[in-house]
């Protein structure tokens, strides 16, 4: 599952296109949910990390920031999605096997659409 997470976040990514199109939202709502969304990706990042995972994806907690948490503007829904699936992602009894968030994957892809 880890690969299409890559593929969604993208979302920070992609938010960019998104919001240079102007679908995306800069509203003060839209603002606390992004810090909302940043901070889960980054606590996530932690565990990842701290778990020491035999393949990771990542092999410092700055790389997966970088690369996971850096958000451009995006509606608030979207927001509210990405920091549950973080959320979601980082409580996992097996972070690194990675299997338990199907659910919030499927709801922020929803939520952020790649148009």
Do not use: R
């Amino acid at each position: 599952m880890k690969k299409s997470l890559l593929g969604l976040f993208g979302v920070f990514g992609l938010v960019s296109v998104l919001s240079a199109s102007g679908c995306g939202s800069s509203s003060g709502g839209a603002s606390a949910s992004q810090a909302d969304a940043v901070a889960s990706c980054n606590a996530w990042c932690d565990a990842y990390i701290a778990a020491a995972c035999a393949d990771p994806l990542y092999t410092s907690a700055a790389d997966c920031k970088t690369t996971e948490c850096s958000p451009e503007t995006a509606s608030a829904a979207c927001y509210a999605a990405v920091k549950a699936l973080y959320d979601c992602e980082k409580t996992q009894a097996d972070i690194c096997g990675d299997t338990g968030c199907t659910n919030q994957v499927g709801a922020a892809i929803s939520a952020c659409p790649q148009s």
